[in-house]
């Protein structure tokens, strides 16, 4: 019986240590996301926490994220604000250093970190309705949460920056050669 190759080479059309480079590659970048967004995360809960003392937040926002993942006393009807704020982390390392990876390219910017700022501004709509509570003053809100979405990409940007020429990553719009 002739030897056909191993099944990576039948399934990706490349040799079997090509492809275990590429996703060698692939786990490098998604840990490098993972830290760039852990970054990001760290200094937007700082600025959180500013508008959290300057009545500018309601935490209570974190335990709705909570409620919409099925994470919330169902006597209560509550959710735990800190599972929310975990919930949030955890797509703050996770979704949004990905999205980035794959759209920073396509979006204004001379670096990664401008481009960074560029993305989170976008979301930043995206949050503010989310994350808004009658309880608390909307222009002071508006603000704290615009300048916490705009360091989280800076942040994150410069994280990706720094990571890109000392580590062989590959975003997902490279092209592997």
């Given at each position: 019986?002739a030897?056909?190759?191993?099944?990576?080479?039948?399934?990706?059309?490349?040799?079997?240590?090509?492809?275990?480079?590429?996703?060698?590659?692939?786990?490098?970048?998604?840990?490098?996301?993972?830290?760039?967004?852990?970054?990001?995360?760290?200094?937007?809960?700082?600025?959180?926490?500013?508008?959290?003392?300057?009545?500018?937040?309601?935490p209570?926002?974190?335990?709705?994220?909570?409620?919409?993942?099925?994470?919330?006393?169902?006597?209560?009807?509550?959710?735990?604000?800190?599972?929310?704020?975990?919930?949030?982390?955890?797509?703050?390392?996770?979704?949004?250093?990905?999205?980035?990876?794959?759209l920073?390219?396509?979006?204004?910017?001379?670096?990664?970190?401008?481009?960074?700022?560029?993305?989170?501004?976008?979301?930043?709509?995206?949050?503010?309705?989310?994350?808004?509570?009658?309880?608390?003053?909307?222009?002071?809100?508006?603000?704290?949460?615009?300048?916490?979405?705009?360091?989280?990409?800076?942040?994150?940007?410069?994280?990706f920056?720094?990571?890109?020429?000392?580590?062989?990553?590959?975003?997902?719009?490279?092209?592997?050669?």
């Amino acid at each position: 019986m002739a030897d056909t190759g191993s099944l990576v080479e039948e399934v990706t059309g490349e040799s079997e240590s090509k492809a275990r480079g590429d996703l060698r590659r692939i786990v490098v970048g998604g840990l490098v996301g993972g830290i760039a967004g852990g970054l990001g995360t760290l200094a937007f809960s700082a600025v959180l926490a500013l508008a959290l003392f300057l009545d500018a937040f309601d935490p209570v926002q974190f335990g709705e994220m909570a409620v919409m993942a099925g994470l919330s006393d169902p006597l209560a009807g509550e959710g735990d604000p800190v599972l929310g704020y975990l919930i949030f982390v955890g797509g703050g390392m996770t979704t949004w250093p990905f999205l980035f990876a794959a759209l920073h390219e396509y979006l204004p910017g001379w670096r990664m970190a401008v481009s960074g700022i560029t993305f989170a501004a976008i979301g930043w709509a995206g949050f503010a309705i989310a994350f808004y509570s009658p309880n608390v003053s909307l222009p002071l809100f508006l603000v704290l949460t615009f300048i916490g979405q705009c360091l989280y990409g800076l942040v994150m940007g410069l994280a990706f920056e720094y990571a890109e020429p000392r580590t062989d990553i590959a975003f997902v719009g490279t092209t592997f050669q």
